[in-house]
């Protein structure tokens, strides 16, 4: 079974800080890693993706994520926060066997709140 | 290009009622996937579909259940309402295996 945790109900920082969103995963094979983020009433929006290759993924609006298989971990960073990325962030796992399916595995959420 | 739409955008039922929400996938996309988020929780996978077929099952009950049309799109389907039934439902395209795209969701409220 695959599992994903964010240890972080809520995240704040100030406008124009850093800001790091921790992912950590629980899978049986080689996975497929996701962030996604979600504003009120909205459904998700896709902002990033590991597959292989570099463990350094850039996404949208300047967000990237760091993938780092012995922490079994993808934290999600932005190097200097926007009063508009306050939203509510998921982190997602898919195996990426050839018979798992497209099933993603949702951790809780973690609300970020960045301060002017 | 449309993205994936969902209809109705929030309904309100009875608990012992039936409910079907509807879901058109991005344009291209040939597979797709319900969720069910409760308030305050992440989703959590219902079933998938593809080539019109349920591909795979999430912990779920009967009382769910869907199907997929010829041109992709699909309707999930919930029996006999419960009021834990309530949440937002949310359905996602992709393409093969291809990252997935979601719709802004249906609120379903059973009272």
């Known amino acids: 079974a695959q599992s994903v945790a964010q240890p972080e109900d809520q995240v704040n920082v100030a406008e124009g800080n850093p800001l790091t969103v921790k992912c950590t995963y629980s899978?049986?094979?080689?996975?497929?890693l996701f962030w996604y983020v979600q504003y009120p009433n909205r459904g998700l929006q896709f902002l990033l993706k590991?597959?292989?290759?570099?463990?350094l993924v850039k996404g949208s609006y300047g967000f990237e994520a760091e993938f780092n298989k012995s922490q079994t971990s993808f934290h999600l960073k932005k190097p200097s926060a926007l009063v508009s990325d306050s939203a509510l962030y998921f982190c997602?796992?898919?195996?990426?066997?050839?018979?798992?399916?497209?099933?993603?595995?949702f951790g809780g959420g973690t609300r970020l709140m960045v301060k002017p | 290009d449309a993205g994936v739409t969902q209809s109705p955008t929030h309904l309100i039922k009875t608990r012992g009622q039936q409910v079907t929400l509807r879901c058109s996938p991005k344009?291209?996309?040939?597979?797709v996937s319900w969720y069910q988020q409760a308030l305050g929780q992440g989703p959590q996978f219902i079933f998938q579909?593809?080539?019109?077929?349920?591909?795979q099952r999430g912990n779920f009950p009967d009382r769910f259940s869907g199907h997929q049309f010829p041109n992709y799109s699909s309707e999930l389907n919930v029996n006999a309402l419960l009021l834990g039934d309530s949440a937002l439902y949310l359905c996602?395209?992709?393409?093969?295996?291809?990252?997935?795209?979601f719709g802004q969701g249906t609120r379903l409220t059973v009272v």
């Open positions: 590991y597959i292989t290759g570099d463990n």
């Open positions: 579909y593809y080539e019109e077929e349920e591909r």
């Open positions: 899978v049986s094979g080689n996975p497929y």
């Open positions: 344009s291209g996309h040939d597979t």
């Open positions: 996602a395209s992709s393409l093969a295996r291809s990252e997935a795209f």
């Open positions: 997602a796992v898919r195996d990426r066997g050839n018979n798992a399916g497209n099933m993603l595995t």
